[in-house]
């Protein structure tokens, strides 16, 4: 069994279904269980950032939904 990752709700809908042995969570991974912000970059497919990343790439950005970040175990 594969566990993946994916805490943007628009790329995790697209790839619901991606196999029979992979387990999709939709939320990001990190050291401490908590709700952050994701930072998502207009424009920029696949990119987005739980750092505000508005001074780091070109155009506007948006934030997604909060997400619970957390040690899987």
Do not use: C, Y
């Not at 696949?46 to 899987?72: M, N």
Request: net charge negative.
């Amino acid at each position: 069994m594969v566990h993946a990752f994916e805490p943007n709700p628009k790329l995790f809908s697209g790839i619901l279904g991606i196999g029979d042995n992979v387990r999709l969570w939709p939320f990001a991974v990190g050291e401490d269980t908590r709700v952050e912000t994701l930072h998502v970059p207009e424009g920029l497919s696949g990119w987005a950032s739980l750092e505000d990343i508005s001074k780091l790439v070109p155009g506007p950005t948006h934030d997604a939904r909060q997400h619970r970040t957390g040690r899987h175990e």
